[in-house]
């Protein structure tokens, strides 16, 4: 049977998000995908299920734009059934290092976009039911010096979640997915994943098929709100 289902995934065409894409668009659903500085493997997702993908240019550092990406989702088919807020960023500045601009710029892709997505789609979405999920950290409520910026952006995100849960119930549900390590960049992040992930409960974490499971279940499951699921083989633990 098909499903007709449309959800709108924030850089939606690479690494998980893409991921999260195919995974939707398998199963009959249609996604709108933003993209932000390189349109190639957006358009590449978009060849391979023609007519099932809309792709968004959008700059999720400017939270301004929220309203206008909602909108637009709704008038390519009339319905938004969903949003993954997967766009991050990365400052790897350590406290010392940190400057007004990088914090107020993680702050801006990964709580205050997501929050202006939820607002502007609680807006549209009436009296009928949806849904958010977003993407944070294992490691989103710990942490030290290193990443300052970008662990305290992405805690910002888990309060919003619950926040959120509570305001926008029982029309939208707010769960969120916080993975560990995915996909290493190169052999010298290579190097240290392995090294970390022999301190894991389960011994790794690098499962990006855990993260896009999660994601559909919390998509799916009408009764579940207000949830962090980790997919991080118990690296919150440690």
């Known amino acids: 049977m098909e499903n007709p289902n449309v959800y709108l995934v924030t850089a939606g065409a690479h690494g998980i998000g893409k991921a999260i894409s195919v995974s939707l668009l398998e199963s009959g659903a249609s996604v709108v995908c933003t993209w932000h500085t390189d349109r190639t493997e957006a358009d590449a997702l978009s060849s ?19 309203s206008s990406l909602v909108r637009s989702a709704y008038a390519w088919k009339g319905r938004l059934d969903g949003i993954v807020n997967n766009a991050s960023s990365f400052c790897p500045l350590p406290f010392e290092e940190t400057t007004v601009e990088d914090f107020r710029l993680m702050l801006d892709i990964h709580a ?3 929050f202006f997505l939820a607002q502007a789609y609680a ?15 294992s490691l989103a409520l710990r942490g030290n010096g290193k ?17 959120l849960a509570s305001v926008l119930g029982p029309r939208i549900r707010v769960n969120a ?11 010298r992040e290579t190097a240290f994943f392995e090294k970390e992930e022999a301190n894991l409960p389960l011994g790794t974490c690098r499962d990006e098929g855990s993260v896009v499971s999660a994601v559909l279940y919390l998509l799916s499951s009408s009764s579940v709100t207000g949830e962090t699921i980790h997919t991080d083989g118990g690296r919150h633990l440690v």
């Not at 807006?123 to 950290?137: A, H, M, P, S």
Request: charged letters at 20%; hydrophobic letters at 40%; proline letters at 8%.
């Open 48 to 66: 391979a299920y023609p007519g099932s993908v809309f792709l968004l240019a959008a700059s999720l550092e400017k939270p301004e734009t929220a």
């Open 177 to 187: 997915v916080a993975p560990g390590f995915v996909k290493p960049h190169g052999e």
């Open 147 to 163: 990443k300052a910026a970008y662990r305290i952006a992405k805690g910002a995100l888990e309060a919003e979640t619950s926040v």
């Open 123 to 137: 807006q549209r979405l009436g009296e009928g039911k949806g849904c958010v999920v977003n993407i944070t950290d």
């Open 112 to 114: 205050a976009t997501p």
